[in-house]
């Protein structure tokens, strides 16, 4: 069984930062991607950052510049540094695991002000 732990929403103002932090533990041999995905209220799912076990990362055209993915393998942590906040950065964040399957934080919520 695989747990996300994720830790660090909250409310803020816009022009503000926020720092989220997801920790996988379980039965973990080898993490294909790490990342985040977001849902606003009355949207659908979306990808913010995504960081691979190849090196690459991905990242919405909305948060590039802003936010940066960093992953600690040996912890199995990943950190969403989410800088000059907007409030259409609003959210619930998802932790996103990938081993053998998908797997899912229950979520943080973040809020941004204006």
């Known amino acids: 069984q695989v747990q996300l732990v994720e830790s660090g929403g909250g409310l803020v103002q816009a022009g503000e930062s926020l720092r989220l932090s997801c920790v996988a533990s379980?039965?973990?041999?080898?993490?294909?991607?790490m990342g985040w995905y977001r849902q606003a209220p009355g949207k659908q799912r979306e990808l913010v950052a995504l960081?691979?076990?190849?090196?690459?990362?991905n990242y919405a055209d909305s948060v590039k510049g802003r936010f940066t993915i960093s992953r600690d393998n040996a912890k199995n942590t990943a950190v969403l540094q989410m800088n000059s906040l907007k409030p259409e950065d609003t959210a619930v964040y998802y932790c996103?695991?990938?081993?053998?399957?998908?797997?899912w934080g229950q979520g943080t919520q973040v809020t941004v002000s204006s």
């Open positions: 960081a691979t076990s190849s090196g690459t990362t």
């Open positions: 379980g039965r973990i041999f080898r993490i294909d991607a």
């Open positions: 996103y695991l990938r081993v053998t399957r998908p797997y």
